[in-house]
């Protein structure tokens, strides 16, 4: 028998690569504005301190996925992120120490309701409508870390339709990997299941019905998404 009201949902997870098992996901922070030429493009300083968002586990998102053209927004932006996948927990995590809560990277996309972000920007209210939304977190097969080459110093690249749009490297990142995990660390324990999406780089823009969106990070492989 039982002991929950209904039935407990499915638990959120991704692909691992070369894999049969997958990554179960428990929770997803984001970095705000992790590239200066990206940061600048949404009219802040290329060095403020990281800011973190969230989204629900559930809005991940597998490759070759189609995804329903999200409701509430004339405006969805695609945003191409490196993904950190957390596989040893700890809180106040040292610097130098880091890396070794890695499981493994990811390439990831970050879709956001663009409008509904400008207009609580402009009230001064939380993003949440914007950014944790249904399906808004795209999410290629984890490669574990110890296959993964150089996530820090790599070419991060989208496109759509074919066209690409935003062509950067890793190692554009104002805040590294290791800082991103140090720094979440301070404010929340982080543990086994996490997803960190460590922002995006420039060229971010408007995805429509029926378009397709690719991308991908040397060394990890490429994501592909339908919008429906």
């Known amino acids: 028998m039982s002991d929950f009201a209904f039935p407990p949902a499915p638990m959120p997870s991704v692909a691992i690569a070369g894999s049969s098992k997958r990554f179960p996901v428990r929770r997803i ?11 600048r493009e949404m009219g802040m300083d290329d060095r403020e301190p990281p800011f973190f968002f969230t989204k629900p586990a559930d809005a991940v998102v597998d490759s070759g996925s189609t995804i329903p053209f999200p409701p509430l927004t004339a405006n969805l932006h695609h945003e191409i992120e490196l993904v950190i996948a957390i596989g040893k927990g700890g809180a106040e995590i ?3 120490t880091a890396l070794e809560h890695v499981f493994g990277y990811a390439v990831g996309i ?11 920007k402009d009230k001064g209210r939380p993003w949440d409508w914007s950014k944790g939304f249904d399906n808004s977190a795209p999410c290629a ?7 993964a ?13 074919g ?32 997803l960190i999406y460590t922002g995006t780089p420039a060229g971010v823009g408007r995805i429509d019905p029926g378009q397709v969106v690719t991308g991908g990070i040397d060394g990890l492989g490429e994501l592909w998404v339908r919008v429906g």
């Open 29 to 39: 922070f984001c970095v705000g504005r992790n590239y200066a030429e990206h940061a």
């Open 94 to 96: 040292a610097l130098d």
């Open 110 to 120: 970050d879709l956001t309701r663009r409008d509904l972000q400008n207009a609580a």
């Open 141 to 147: 097969a984890l490669v574990p870390a110890a296959q």
């Open 149 to 161: 080459g150089n996530p820090q110093d790599a070419r991060i690249w989208l496109a759509v339709d």
């Open 163 to 194: 066209t690409v749009r935003q062509d950067s490297r890793t190692a554009e990142m104002i805040w590294t990997v290791p800082e991103v995990i140090a720094i979440a660390s301070q404010a929340v324990t982080l543990a086994p299941g996490d």
